[in-house]
């Protein structure tokens, strides 16, 4: 039961125009969520995030939109840039469940190819 | 953020044996947590380190696997015993302070290879 998914696993952008990557969720307590960049072999690092009380979020040239009713949201990378090349994941957590949104659930990750 | 090290940061494991990954933060942490990914796999959370008892493991992990230490504030460790190709991972120590609200924080991780 894959309750956070990114269905596309790859994507390229030209240098300078907008990424947009998608996540959808299926569980409704998620009530918080991140997106972050990963190299192979590295840790995760964290980029932006969003509470379900909000609808966006943003931070420079990322920017999180979070349509609850859908239970989908995106990020928005503007402009694109090469060094902006990397695997990105989405992730969800939720207050409940004793780890006060220390569990995070991940998505499959995107792989961004941004082209000079 | 935390600046959090982690050591090894990567290994080539002989079948059978077993190998403690350490976490060090530099500043005192709320919580800390244990992520493994596979080759080829998403993140997933493996427990919850808890400072001074015993860790929180999710579904599917146990303690006589990964047993997980957590001294004080700012370290803990976790060991994979008794080694498979299938424990072939990146094990990742992460953290929430009470600066970083719900926001998780990821060590470098430990690239574990099992031959």
């Known amino acids: 039961d894959q309750q956070v998914k990114q269905n596309s696993p790859s994507l390229s952008v030209q240098e300078g125009r907008i990424s947009i990557l998608n996540c959808d969720y299926t569980?409704?307590?998620?009530?918080?969520f991140l997106w972050y960049k990963k190299y192979p072999a590295e840790g995760p690092t964290f980029l932006i995030s969003?509470?379900?009380?909000?609808d966006k979020n943003e931070d420079g040239r990322f920017t999180v939109f979070l349509n609850k009713s859908a239970k989908h949201l995106s990020l928005h990378i503007v402009p694109s840039q090469p060094g902006d090349s990397a695997v990105y994941f989405c992730?969800?957590?939720?207050?409940?469940?004793?780890?006060?949104?220390?569990?995070?659930?991940f998505g499959q990750g995107t792989i961004l190819t941004v082209h000079p | 953020s935390a600046v959090i090290s982690q050591k090894p940061s990567r290994d080539i494991c002989q079948r059978g044996t077993s190998l403690t990954i350490q976490c060090q933060v530099d500043?005192?942490?709320?919580?800390m947590f244990w992520y493994r990914q596979q080759p080829g796999q998403s993140l997933t959370l493996i427990a919850t380190?808890?400072?001074?008892?015993?860790?929180?493991?999710e579904s599917g992990f146990v303690i006589d696997k990964f047993p997980i230490s957590r001294p004080n504030l700012t370290f803990s460790t976790l060991t994979v015993s008794n080694m498979s190709p299938e424990d072939s991972s990146i094990y990742l120590c992460?953290?929430?302070?009470?600066?970083?609200?719900?926001?998780?924080?990821f060590g470098e991780g430990s690239w574990l290879t099992v031959v």
């Open positions: 992730a969800a957590s939720a207050r409940a469940g004793g780890t006060s949104y220390g569990k995070l659930t």
């Open positions: 569980n409704s307590m998620f009530d918080y």
């Open positions: 969003i509470s379900s009380i909000k």
């Open positions: 500043s005192q942490v709320t919580m």
């Open positions: 380190a808890n400072q001074g008892s015993e860790a929180t493991y």
């Open positions: 992460s953290l929430k302070t009470s600066l970083s609200g719900n926001t998780i924080y």
